[in-house]
């Protein structure tokens, strides 16, 4: 079954450093995945995902994520935190056994970002 | 959040009591999603459903049913709410399209901006 691990539940960074969020994934055949970020109260938005190509996927917000193959991640990744940027994000990965676009999340990493 | 409305936002029932929650979408997507989102766990699939009147279970659908009449209305009901049914439910929608394309838009959902429900 596909699966993606979100081996942090929260990560801590200070505002202006460089963010990493990790996110491993196990499936067979080529992956196509995905990274969202959830706001308090609201629903999950799209940040970006890696289907094919270039393996440093750029999103929206600044964000971007590095495609690793051999060892099997998608981390997302900022150059320089925003306090803005404090919040849960979802790694996920498309479920191909059914045939059908189903994606399987992660159980999530909150970001803090402190001033 | 825009072009998905998810009805009501917060509802608080009792352990027995039949729950209907409505998704209501203005994009024309064929795709709709149910999740729900639970610490611990993140989102799963309760159930979807891939166009007007055909729908299929997800990983988490014992105790839910859906139906779906209207390409714009996918709705999620519980017969008989249990606590553990307690979360926060998701809709989403995407449309199909060619899924191996770097720009398309397969596989990327939108979400609404949730359900909370609560059973005692």
């Known amino acids: 079954a596909q699966s993606v691990a979100q081996p942090e539940d929260q990560v801590n960074v200070a505002e202006g450093n460089p963010l990493t969020v990790k996110c491993t994934y196990s499936v067979s055949g080529n992956p196509y995945l995905f990274w969202y970020v959830q706001y308090p109260n609201r629903g999950l938005q799209f940040l970006l995902k890696?289907?094919?190509?270039?393996?440093l996927v750029k999103g929206s917000y600044g964000f971007e994520a590095e495609f690793n193959k051999s060892q099997t991640s998608f981390h997302l990744k900022k150059p320089s935190a925003l306090v803005s940027d404090s919040a849960l994000y979802f790694c996920a990965v498309r479920d191909f056994n059914t045939g059908f676009q189903k994606l399987v999340f992660g159980t999530g990493t909150r970001l803090l970002v402190s001033p | 959040d825009a072009g998905i409305t998810q009805s009501p936002r917060h509802k608080v029932t009792e352990t027995g009591t039949p729950v209907t929650l409505r998704c209501h979408q203005t994009?024309?997507?064929?795709?709709m999603y149910w999740y729900r989102q639970d610490p611990g766990h993140g989102l799963r699939l309760i159930h979807y459903?891939?166009?007007?009147?055909?729908?299929d279970k997800g990983e988490v659908s014992d105790g839910y049913s859906v139906s779906r009449s209207k390409t714009e209305d996918f709705l999620l009901t519980l017969e008989s709410a249990t606590s553990s049914q307690t979360s926060v439910y998701f809709c989403?929608?995407?449309?199909?399209?060619?899924?191996?394309?770097?720009?398309?838009?397969?596989?990327?959902?939108?979400f609404g901006a949730g359900s909370r429900l609560t059973v005692l």
């Open positions: 989403a929608i995407s449309e199909p399209g060619a899924a191996a394309a770097p720009s398309s838009g397969a596989n990327v959902l939108t």
């Open positions: 890696y289907i094919t190509g270039d393996n």
């Open positions: 459903s891939y166009g007007v009147k055909d729908t």
């Open positions: 994009e024309n997507h064929r795709y």
